[in-house]
């Protein structure tokens, strides 16, 4: 016979890094908290994820929101980093590498060029290199590069060792965590509150517009330890790609964008451009050994940009999800809106629920 869960202010249901982020601020405010996953906690899009702070090469002039609040949490996530290491002893593997937009040929360098330009007319900084400077900062890239963008903000943690800290900063924070429990009905839960930090499968409900978005990607090592490249490496379109080496001789090469619904199947054609495009950006990555194939859903909506905050229909439940391309990077932002939320406060930004209530069926 299973343990009935305790009543709790708060039921948190999600153990990604979103659900246990909340969970812990929400904790350390003084509430009486319950984290509920039907699975493994962190197993779904926080294993998968690259770990990108990236608000500048992931900027686009029609997400001006969205901007806001991926600078705002790139703001937050040092003393976030910190904190965490001093709560918990754990190292999330937070690196202020900055990152490298890189343009293959004359198509990309166009596009390098728009990109450029568009960060610079929306005040964020960025530097144009020849490809002669980006190879003198990274003698690994490709001698053929015609030229890169330098993001020094856009940053990088391992999102692995992230939820490894969270989960233990909420178990010494008292949180009550009950991974592997099905909480398909939401009215049983014993609590005040409940948040919905599930991700792609927020979506499941019909109540907000939530989609998944399948990414494949692949974790690489060399044996020989770190120095094949030491920021982030970003390319394309048409494939758009990325490399995060951690520092320590692991890299991480993603990803694709595709929509196939809940599928998650590492596929031949998903690998094989990976390693196409990654080999012609910097072709000593092709000796690495392929430590493990994966393939996450980011949890996308109609806008890029995430739903939270209290859901107008209904004053218990609480979204925190659809962080789409940027889970990690909004996880110390999202958590303290939320926490904001449950103490009482009605936090005023672009992110809340309203925005799609008409969009939603009816609970
Ligand atoms: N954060 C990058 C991605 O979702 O692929």
Redesign the pocket.
């Given at each position: 016979m299973t343990n009935p869960l305790p009543h709790a202010d708060v039921a948190v249901v999600g153990g990604g890094v979103i659900g246990l982020a909340v969970a812990w601020r929400a904790r350390q405010r003084g509430l009486d908290v319950l984290l509920i996953d039907r699975g493994d906690l962190g197993a779904g899009a926080s294993r998968a994820?690259?770990g990108?702070l990236?608000p500048v090469a992931?900027a686009d002039a029609q997400e001006r929101a969205l901007l806001v609040h991926n600078l705002e949490s790139a703001r937050r996530w040092p003393a976030f980093a910190a904190e965490l290491g001093d709560v918990t002893g754990v190292d999330v593997g937070y690196r202020a590498c900055g990152s490298l937009l890189l343009a293959r040929d004359r198509d990309e360098a166009e596009h390098v060029e728009r990109e450029r330009a568009l960060r610079e007319r929306m005040g964020l900084k960025v530097e144009r290199l020849l490809g002669s400077e980006a190879r003198r900062r990274e003698p690994a890239l490709a001698p053929s590069l015609r030229l890169a963008l330098a993001l020094p903000d856009d940053h990088a943690v391992e999102p692995i060792r992230v939820t490894a800290a969270l989960i233990e900063a909420c178990v010494r924070a008292g949180v009550h965590v009950r991974a592997g429990t099905d909480v398909s009905d939401l009215a049983t839960l014993p609590a005040e509150r409940v948040v919905i930090a599930t991700g792609a499968w927020a979506g499941e409900s019909r109540r907000m517009p939530v989609r998944p978005v399948k990414?494949q990607a692949l974790r690489l090592r060399d044996p020989s330890g770190p120095g094949l490249c030491d920021r982030v490496l970003r390319w394309g379109p048409p494939t758009p790609g990325?490399l995060v080496p951690r520092g320590d001789g692991r890299y991480y090469l993603?990803?694709t964008?595709e929509e196939r619904g809940f599928d998650t199947a590492v596929t031949a054609l998903g690998v094989y451009e990976l390693l196409r495009d990654a080999g012609e950006v910097i072709p000593g990555l092709l000796e690495l050994e392929i430590e493990e194939a994966l393939a996450g859903l980011?949890p996308g909506t109609p806008d890029n940009a995430p739903i939270v905050g209290t859901d107008p229909a209904d004053e218990r439940i609480v979204w925190a999800t659809g962080h789409?391309?940027?889970?990690?990077?909004l996880c110390p932002l999202t958590a303290e809106l939320v926490a904001d939320e449950l103490t009482g406060g009605r936090p005023d930004h672009a992110l809340r629920p309203e925005r799609f209530a008409a969009e939603g069926a009816p609970a």
């Open positions: 994820a690259a990108m990236a992931e990414g990325y993603g990803a964008m980011r789409f391309r940027n889970g990690i990077l």
